[in-house]
């Protein structure tokens, strides 16, 4: 507060004197002109801050919300290979797609590659009753 204080005098102050130092005519209007609107400027600097976010809440706040959802991404792709291996005894490649959408993350795309065809149809109920979506499920071609 002392610092705007003694910006906000010493600018008023040099006001004061180039306007003395100048003598009239249009050159004496123009630069009265320029420094009232300075000065206007210093003394309204209070207000601005108020509406300005500071570097520190901004920086705080970076996530790099691709990464998150590469890594919760193919943890969720392991959980289901597991998944599939303890519900149906199948060997599987599976790959789940999240991304981060409206504040949220969510899975937008279910891929599972299995070795036996005879259990896709069954695969595939198992993961509509799960809750996937955009479910893909095809055996291995040899």
Do not use: W
Not at 31 to 44: D, E, G, H, N, Q
Not at 89 to 102: F, G
Not at 105 to 126: D, G, H, P, Q
Request: contains cysteine; negative net charge.
């Amino acid at each position: 507060m002392k610092t705007y204080l003694l910006s906000a005098a010493g600018v008023i102050f040099l006001s004061v004197i180039i306007s003395l130092l100048i003598p009239e005519g249009k050159l004496n209007k123009t630069v009265t002109f320029v420094m009232r609107l300075i000065c206007i400027a210093v003394l309204i600097q209070p207000i601005t801050t108020i509406f300005k976010i500071s570097d520190s809440q901004s920086t705080t706040l970076k996530t790099d919300y691709g990464y998150v959802a590469s890594v919760y991404s193919e943890h969720q792709s392991g959980q289901l290979e597991n998944l599939l291996i303890t519900e149906f005894n199948a060997e599987s490649d599976c790959r789940v797609s999240v991304e981060y959408q409206d504040g949220e993350f969510k899975v937008t795309e279910t891929c599972v590659k299995l070795e036996n065809e005879k259990l896709i149809e069954e695969i595939y109920a198992y993961l509509q009753e799960l809750g996937y979506i955009n479910i893909t499920v095809y055996a291995e071609s040899t």
